[in-house]
């Protein structure tokens, strides 16, 4: 069915998003798009309009707001406390225990090598599933001496970090770690919690978490780390920021220490502070 003409005339005039009741201009996502480049890094693409809208359309309903401009100018007041609510809407966290199951495996190789507590940091710690998968391999590698490690995990997002202190994760979700593992790292819930499971105190135990901006000028991270693991974030990044981030991550790498990135990640050619030994796993060199 042909559009009315009212609702084309309507469309064309604002450069908004087609069937919507909230009024978002070509310019508001030209805005947004520029707000979260500099405050988070993201860059995002001209097709990512309606999911900016989706995401986005719940913090302008909880002020009664039907204009994004209005939103916008509500965020870029002086000391404005809804950057935190507009990062985490506008962050993408996509993670599982487990996932891209081999770099576990190089680094528990890695860690048997190490003659002192291994410190790792995780960049992109989302709901947690990733940190509870290193420390899962830790204690399967070094056994009750895994308890000495450092293992921090890191992210932009304070409602992904809050769900990460938690440790709690549907039954079904956290089956794929395996029944052996699921018997020895995790409680389940019974009665009104039954379908749930809670990771142990020995990981929870294990791992900080807390808040970290990978564009602040200062990271409060004391190095050096023997593993960092920074994986399927630096997508979001122009090429630039990519550059300057792995600069700073390979300086807060202990000489041969190991940088794990994302699947479809490859840096070889953004930093000569780091080598690739295998697909998605760099060695930091010793000089």
Known sequence: MLKSAVAQAAEAGTGGVANRDLQMTDQDFQTICALIHRHAGIALA??????????????LRHYGMTRFKDYLALLQRPNSDEWEAFTNALTTNLTSFFREAQHFDVMAEYVKTLKHAPRIWS????????????????????????????????????????????????????????????????LRGKGDKAGLVRVSRELSELIEFKRLNLLDAQWNMKGPFDIIFCRNIMIYFDHETQTQLLDRIADLLAPGGLFFAGHSENFSAQTRKMKLIRNTVYRKLDK
């Not at 097709?47 to 913090?59: G, P, Q, T």
């Not at 070094?142 to 409602?159: E, H, N, S």
């Open 123 to 186: 960049c992109a710690a989302s709901t947690g599933e990733e940190l509870y998968s290193i420390g899962m391999t830790l204690y399967e590698t070094l056994g009750p001496a895994a308890a000495q490690a450092t293992v921090i995990g890191t992210d932009i997002d304070t409602q992904v970090l809050t769900k990460a202190r938690q440790g709690v994760y549907p039954l079904e979700g956290a089956r794929s770690v395996g029944e052996a593992r699921l018997r020895r790292f995790f």
């Open 46 to 59: 001209p097709h990512k309009k309606e999911m900016v809208y989706s995401r986005l359309a719940r913090r």
